[in-house]
């Protein structure tokens, strides 16, 4: 079965931190540019971070810049996404994604495989 699975999710007063982690199952991440992606209830789905096959290039939207930071373990077949001094306005369902072709405007392209997400609540 080809899935991504994402954990790490949680509730996290604002200025904490949590890592998220999506393992592939079923398919090699290795050729694959990888992303998250956030929709907060009553908006739309926005890009926050992408990185490329090799792991040597990366994007995050200007929202999450200095705070977010995205990395991919071929070896491990995840990605993960390390979430500092979170704010309020980081709440969230977070997902993340496959795409074939690489990375544009802190979002992969031509997506291929999307997991199920996991909730981000930052709240006093």
């Known amino acids: 079965q080809l899935q991504l699975v994402e954990s790490g999710g949680g509730l996290v007063q604002p200025g904490g931190s949590l890592r998220l982690s999506c393992a592939a199952s079923?398919?090699?991440?290795?050729?694959?540019?990888m992303g998250w992606f956030r929709q907060a209830p009553g908006k739309e789905r926005e890009g926050v971070s992408c990185?490329?096959?090799?792991?040597?290039?990366?994007d995050y939207a200007d929202a999450v810049k200095g705070r977010f930071t995205i990395s991919k373990d071929n070896a491990k077949n995840a990605v993960y996404l390390q979430m500092n001094s979170l704010k309020p306005e980081d709440t969230a369902v977070y997902y993340c994604?496959?795409?074939?072709?690489?990375?544009?405007?802190?979002?992969?392209?031509?997506?291929?495989?999307w997991g199920q997400g996991t909730q981000v609540s930052v709240s006093s």
């Open positions: 994604a496959a795409g074939h072709t690489g990375c544009s405007a802190a979002r992969p392209i031509d997506l291929d495989y």
């Open positions: 079923g398919f090699t991440l290795d050729y694959y540019a």
């Open positions: 990185i490329t096959s090799n792991g040597l290039d990366t």
